[in-house]
Structure formats: structure tokens, C-alpha cells
């Protein structure tokens, strides 16, 4: 091989170290830039982690908070409708206590009400039989008091005809003996024959004349007599009959009375059905407390998925970056491998070729600097 070769291989050695040693620089820095990316990354993810916890603890509390008002709402309102249905039944009770009360003082009111026009239609009931009874005594009274005056005109009557009809028996007597007293005087005188019969003649027509006046004044008086007896006969007929229609009056004013009171009677008790039946009417209906709402339920409570804590050990083992392995980049050869241009140089094709190989593997998977990458640069 010529010097100048040889002298080429070992130019190519030495940069070759040199580019050994940039790659391993540029590992490192890549390795050092990774970490702190890592690090960053972390930084962020931890301040987000806890800005997440904060942020479900806050709306937690919140909800909470929210549910527990929206729950304390619930039961004061159920609270207020029950107090407005007791207030409204306390109300309707009163109400209907003091209709039930009203009803029992129209009631009474009522029951007074009608005594009073009862004891108004007793009292002028009693009224009209004080006066049928004042009327009947004064019929009575007025019956009887014709009735006397009738005996006392029929005694007055019968005494006064038997006075006549004694006087005049007493005057026939007298004259009789007047006569029989002037016979005997002619008698006595001795004188007899025509003149003695007609003095005795004489005597006797007086007295029968006189008997003949007083037996037509006793007919007279007869006549006289029955015609007064049955005047005042008439009289008792009539007053008989009088009182017998005064008493079918009374009885028919009586009975019309009767009718009259029981109507009005009738009425009164028409007259207080219907105000007791007012009276009912005003009674309210009972007041009926309805059925205790249901206690309202507690709002639903909702679950909250708590964010996943992050593993800081593990994310540091799957994203922190580490120094690759030199093999990969340099071939089977440590990176520490000093370098031997007589190896070198018979290794130059497969070198050149493993770095071709793994410059264009690792650009393709995107890991930065390579072997092949400073090898192409140095050429």
C-alpha cells in the first residue's frame, strides 16, 4: 500500500475519533437536553395535576354546597307548604266553628222566635175564649134575665086574672044576695001576685044583666089573658131560639177561630223550618286536612372521577432519555475502543459500510446524531 494511503487511513482514524468523540458529546448533550425537557415536562404535568385536584376539590365543595342549599330550599319549602295547609285548615276551622256556632244562635234565636209567636197565638186564643165565655154569661144572663121577667109577667098576669076573676065571683055572690035580699024584702011586705013577680022580675034582670056584664068582662079578661100568656110565650120562643143562635154563632166562630189558629200555627212552625233550615245552610263544609306531602328526597349526590395521580418514578423510566449505546453507532467496537489503523484500514469498507447502514437506520428513526451522519460530514 503506498505511503500515501496508509497516511489517508490514518487521517481517517484520527477523525474518526474525532467524530467519536462529537458524538458522544452530541449523546450527551441530547441526553442532558431530554432530561431537562423530561424535567420540564414533569413540572407541568405535576402543576396541572394539582390545578386539577384543586379544580375537583373547589367544584366538589361547590356542588356540595349547591346540592345542600338546593336540598335546604326543598325542605323549607315543603316546610312552608305544610305550615300554609295547616294555617289554611287552622282558618277553615275557626270558620266552620264559628258557622256551627251561628247556626246554634239562629237555632235558639229561632226557637224563641217561634214560643213567642205561639204564646201571641195562646194569649189572643185565650183572648177570644175570655170573650166567647163574656158572651155566653151575658147571653146566659140576658136568657135568664127575660126568663124571670117572663114569670114575673106571667105571675103578674095570672094573679092579676084571678083577681078579676074573683072579683067578679065576688060581685056575682054579692048580687045574688043583694037579689035574695030584695025577694025577701017583697016577701016580707006581703006582697004577692003580679006585682011582687014583677018586682022579683026586676031584680032578677038586674042581676042578670049585671052577671051578663061581668061574664063578658070575664071573657074579655080571659082573652086578654091568653093573648099575653102567648105574647110572652112567644117572647120565651124567640129568646129560646136567640140563645140557640147565639150559641151556633159562637160555635161556628169557634171552629173558624180554630182553623184560623191552627194555620197560623201551621205557619209558625213553616216559618221556623225554613229559617232552621237557612240557619243549616249556612253551616261551612268540615274542614278536612289533606294528606302530609311527601318529604321531598336529597338532590342527587353526583360522583366526580378523581384525576389519575402520575407516576413520577415511572414517567422518568418511560420518557427520561438515556446515552445509546455506541455499539449502535460505532459498530461492534466499544466507543472506549482505541483506535488501530492497521484494524482500521481492514475494516475501512465494512466500517464505511456499517456506517452508512446505521446513519441512514438512525436518521430514519429520528435520534439525531450518528456515526454515519459525522462520517459523511468528514468526507
Known amino acids: 500500500m503506498p505511503i500515501g494511503s496508509i497516511m ?41 395535576y394539582k390545578i386539577s385536584v384543586d379544580t375537583l376539590e373547589i367544584m366538589m365543595r361547590n356542588t356540595g354546597k349547591q346540592l345542600d342549599l338546593q336540598d335546604a330550599n326543598a325542605i323549607r319549602e315543603w316546610g312552608l307548604s305544610e305550615e300554609l295547609k295547616f294555617d289554611d285548615y287552622r282558618r277553615d276551622s275557626a270558620a266552620y266553628n264559628q258557622s256551627v256556632e251561628d247556626y246554634y244562635t239562629n237555632i235558639r234565636f229561632n226557637d224563641i222566635s217561634a214560643n213567642m209567636a205561639y204564646q201571641e197565638e195562646q194569649n189572643f186564643m185565650e183572648d177570644f175564649h175570655i170573650g166567647q165565655e163574656f158572651e155566653k154569661k151575658e147571653d146566659i144572663l140576658e136568657h135568664e134575665k127575660i126568663l124571670r121577667s117572663d114569670i114575673t109577667s106571667r105571675f ?164 427520561m432519555p438515556e446515552l445509546e449505546d455506541e455499539n449502535k453507532i460505532y459498530g461492534d467496537r466499544g466507543a472506549g475502543a482505541p483506535g488501530n489503523p492497521w484494524m482500521d484500514a481492514a475494516e475501512i469498507g465494512l466500517g464505511v459500510l456499517s456506517g452508512y447502514a446505521g446513519g441512514w437506520s438512525n436518521a430514519g428513526s429520528g435520534q439525531g446524531f450518528n456515526w454515519g451522519n459525522a462520517f459523511n460530514a468528514s468526507l
Open 8 to 48: 489517508n487511513v490514518i487521517n481517517r482514524s484520527q477523525a474518526r475519533g474525532r467524530a467519536q468523540k462529537a458524538g458522544r458529546d452530541a449523546n450527551q448533550a441530547r441526553v442532558e437536553s431530554g432530561k431537562r425537557a423530561v424535567r420540564a415536562a414533569w413540572k407541568d404535568i405535576a402543576a396541572k
Open 156 to 319: 103578674a098576669l095570672r094573679r092579676q086574672h084571678e083577681a078579676q076573676r074573683a072579683k067578679l065571683a065576688f060581685d056575682n055572690s054579692k048580687d045574688i044576695i043583694e037579689g035574695m035580699k030584695v025577694a025577701g024584702k017583697i016577701r016580707s011586705t006581703g006582697a004577692v001576685g003580679r006585682s011582687a013577680r014583677k018586682a022579683v022580675q026586676a031584680v032578677s034582670m038586674d042581676l042578670g044583666s049585671r052577671q051578663a056584664m061581668r061574664a063578658d068582662v070575664l071573657a074579655n079578661s080571659e082573652s086578654v089573658y091568653f093573648n099575653e100568656m102567648k105574647k110572652l110565650a112567644d117572647v120565651r120562643h124567640l129568646t129560646k131560639k136567640q140563645r140557640n143562635l147565639n150559641i151556633d154563632k159562637r160555635a161556628a166562630s169557634l171552629k173558624s177561630m180554630l182553623k184560623a189558629s191552627t194555620l197560623r200555627k201551621d205557619k209558625i212552625a213553616a216559618n221556623k223550618f225554613s229559617a232552621d233550615l237557612q240557619a243549616q245552610r249556612g253551616i261551612l263544609p268540615e274542614p278536612e286536612l289533606g294528606r302530609m306531602t311527601p318529604i321531598p328526597f336529597e338532590a342527587f349526590r353526583p360522583e366526580f372521577q378523581r384525576p389519575v395521580k402520575p407516576n413520577q418514578g415511572q414517567f422518568y423510566e418511560e420518557h
